[in-house]
């Protein structure tokens, strides 16, 4: 009874409850004459709770990069992790590029459902910072007025800089500062976790706006776009394990078969860091010995995550065809740069605490506003089973290819 009590209050079954209520709710709303009244109350309750999670999006992100790359700095001590980190950069922001082009590629193939632009109207969607002068303010003259703007282009370039920076200062003076980043990050997490916690009630006017311009129709939207990222998703793991057993020739078949015992506690469990130990069991399969496995492994369960990157590319490539705002070359472009950036820095943070962390960035640096995204963070438990299993098979990937070089080096293969 406790058991269930507890499974009943985890965040994301509030959440989606609140989800479903809202939807609901505005759905026998429209048609009953007091649309503009309830909408009234609604949708600044809901602007309240949205701006409440949005304030902390460039203090956690900053705060989370630069910690998370003089981390990833200071772990590229030996030729193995430097040949994890490279092929971690890599993949990182081919898997974004992927990500955000089979989104547009199956958005093509199979549109959006009709009426899914009620979806924007339904919130209120304020007007939205636009990507196109990306280029000219790459490099902020002022980091304080970039912050203040929301220029998360130049704001993770800064970061970024400053974490290698860190890097090259006294180990102790650097460490010191990377700790002090590090705490304003989990003060932030904590801010997080209490409007998280308030977040039924967000999600319900939100959600509630949704129901009384869409109707039922809402449902469809939502499982359309669970679909397209979970596709996404699935996309990136058959590319992991082709790359893997073509690239690594293990063999793609082999490569699969190893993978298998740990994709299966992936989805299970959610957990990368919960799959650790079942990768670590597949190195001999995939012909790495176990030194090389213990290096990369665990760099790989804290900074490497392929599937996540790219889906969150996706994400905000559905969103833009939501708010009809274009995505070019460009935006594609910088779009993935940021995705692969920001997903060093969400080292161990929980689905519902990173969703909004690591897509909202992405979503400001391509000119796509954010105002759905906590409606799509009620929905996120089941995409990110799908998530959790592209990054375990994009980690056994990259132990298979670093740790290939390794023991063709030593003449251990």
């Given at each position: 009874m406790i058991?269930?009590?507890?499974?009943?209050?985890?965040?994301?079954?509030?959440?989606?409850a609140a989800l479903a209520a809202?939807l609901?709710?505005g759905?026998?709303?429209?048609?009953?004459?007091?649309?503009?009244d309830?909408?009234?109350?609604a949708?600044?309750?809901?602007?309240?709770w949205l701006n409440?999670?949005?304030?902390?999006v460039?203090p956690?992100?900053?705060?989370?990069?630069i910690a998370?790359v003089?981390?990833?700095g200071?772990?590229?001590g030996?030729?193995i992790?430097r040949?994890a980190?490279?092929?971690?950069?890599?993949?990182?922001?081919?898997?974004?590029?992927?990500?955000?082009?089979?989104?547009l590629?199956?958005l093509e193939?199979?549109?959006l459902?009709?009426g899914a632009?009620?979806?924007?109207?339904?919130?209120g969607?304020?007007?939205?910072?636009?990507?196109?002068?990306?280029?000219?303010n790459?490099?902020?003259?002022n980091?304080?007025?970039?912050?203040?703007?929301?220029a998360?282009?130049?704001?993770?370039?800064?970061?970024?800089?400053?974490?290698f920076?860190?890097?090259r200062i006294?180990?102790d003076l650097?460490?010191g500062?990377a700790?002090?980043?590090?705490?304003?990050a989990?003060?932030?997490l904590?801010?997080?976790?209490?409007?998280?916690w308030?977040?039924?009630?967000g999600?319900?006017?939100?959600?509630f706006?949704?129901?009384i311009?869409l109707g039922?129709?809402a449902?469809?939207?939502?499982l359309h776009?669970?679909?397209?990222?979970i596709i996404?998703?699935l996309a990136?793991?058959?590319i992991?394990n082709?790359?893997?057993g073509?690239?690594g020739?293990?063999?793609v078949?082999a490569?699969a078969?190893?993978a298998?015992?740990?994709?299966?506690?992936?989805?299970?469990?959610?957990?990368s860091?919960?799959?650790?130990?079942?990768?670590?069991?597949?190195a001999?399969?995939m012909k790495?010995?176990?030194?090389?496995a213990?290096?990369?492994?665990?760099?790989?369960?804290?900074?490497?995550?392929?599937a996540s990157?790219?889906?969150?590319?996706?994400?905000?490539v559905?969103?833009?065809?939501?708010?009809?705002v274009p995505?070019?070359a460009a935006?594609?472009?910088?779009?993935?740069?940021?995705?692969?950036?920001?997903?060093?820095?969400?080292?161990?943070?929980?689905?519902?605490?990173?969703?909004?962390?690591?897509?909202a960035p992405?979503?400001?640096?391509?000119?796509v506003?954010?105002?759905?995204?906590?409606?799509?963070?009620?929905i996120?438990?089941?995409p990110?089973v799908?998530r959790?299993?592209g990054?375990?098979?994009?980690?056994?990937?990259?132990?298979?290819?670093?740790g290939?070089?390794r023991a063709?080096?030593?003449?251990?293969e």
């Open positions: 058991a269930g009590r507890i499974a009943l209050n985890t965040p994301p079954v509030r959440l989606l809202g609901v709710g759905a026998i709303a429209n048609g009953t004459g007091y649309e503009a309830l909408l009234a109350v949708r600044p309750v809901g602007k309240l409440a999670l949005t304030m902390t460039v956690l992100v900053t705060a989370l990069l998370g003089f981390e990833a200071q772990s590229g030996n030729a992790s040949r980190l490279t092929w971690f950069a890599g993949l990182l922001v081919a898997a974004s590029l992927i990500g955000g082009c089979a989104a590629l199956l193939v199979w549109p459902p009709e632009s009620g979806l924007a109207a339904g919130t969607v304020p007007a939205s910072g636009q990507a196109e002068d990306w280029v000219d790459i490099v902020p003259a980091i304080v007025s970039a912050a203040a703007s929301t998360m282009v130049p704001l993770v370039l800064f970061a970024m800089l400053f974490g920076a860190l890097t006294e180990r650097g460490a500062l700790r002090v980043f590090r705490a304003i989990e003060v932030m904590v801010i997080v976790g209490w409007v998280l308030i977040g039924p009630v999600v319900f006017a939100l959600a706006g949704v129901g311009t039922a129709g449902a469809g939207v939502l776009y669970i679909i397209v990222i996404v998703c990136i793991a058959l992991m082709l790359l893997a073509i690239g020739r293990s063999g078949l490569f078969r190893g298998m015992p740990a994709q299966t506690v992936a989805m299970s469990t959610q957990s860091l919960a799959s650790l130990p079942v990768m670590m069991a597949a001999p399969a790495v010995d176990g030194a090389a213990g290096i990369i492994l665990p760099l790989a369960v804290s900074l490497f995550r392929a990157a790219a889906a969150n590319v996706a994400v905000a559905y969103l833009a065809q939501v708010h009809g995505v070019t935006s594609l472009i910088v779009g993935a740069l940021v995705a692969a950036a920001v997903s060093v820095g969400a080292v161990g943070l929980p689905a519902q605490v990173s969703f909004f962390a690591v897509i992405v979503c400001i640096a391509m000119g506003p954010v105002t759905l995204l906590p409606l799509l963070l009620a996120e438990t089941i990110d799908f959790t299993l990054n375990v098979t994009a980690d056994i990937a990259v132990m298979r290819l670093a290939k070089d063709s080096a030593t003449g251990t």
